[in-house]
């Protein structure tokens, strides 16, 4: 088996690859379009369409700008070299930061929340070695 991807509905479409894209320096890989079932998607990620890299999907569903996230969704982690970096580059670009930086509660890991334009969190894990270097967050 291979992990694919992660779906998530947004209410904008282009609000959120323009997040991915330029807050967090994912790449836009693909788009499609279903008129007649009245939907739109986006792929993202940071490997550039490589196979054995996980992808993000965003669905539209048009007509619907906004989702109740419920309270069984916990958040995407991604590996950062520096999270400290990655946060200030975020918060310059417009991201907002939910957890600062720091060690996680009981460990010395650095992580780090942040949260995309509908609500969902990001966790942001300090991962010193090359794991981390492709997700644009330096």
């Not at 904008?12 to 998607?41: A, K």
């Not at 999270?83 to 720091?102: H, L, M, N, S, V």
């Not at 509660?105 to 966790?123: L, M, R, W």
Request: aromatic share 10%; glycine share 14%; charged share 20%.
């Amino acid at each position: 088996m291979q992990f694919l991807h992660t779906m998530l509905r947004v209410g904008n479409l282009q609000r959120s690859i323009d997040f991915y894209t330029q807050v967090l320096g994912m790449q836009l890989l693909r788009t499609s379009e279903n008129p007649e079932y009245q939907y739109s998607l986006a792929f993202l990620g940071f490997g550039g369409g490589n196979p054995a890299q996980a992808e993000l999907e965003l669905t539209y569903n048009w007509g619907t700008d906004s989702y109740d996230l419920g309270n069984a969704y916990g958040h995407i982690a991604l590996g950062v070299p520096d999270a400290y970096a990655a946060c200030d580059k975020i918060r310059a670009a417009g991201g907002q930061i939910t957890r600062e930086p720091g060690p996680v509660k009981g460990g010395s890991t650095v992580i780090a929340f942040i949260t995309d334009p509908d609500g969902y969190k990001i966790e942001l894990i300090e991962r010193r070695d090359s794991s981390a270097a492709g997700t644009g967050l330096r």
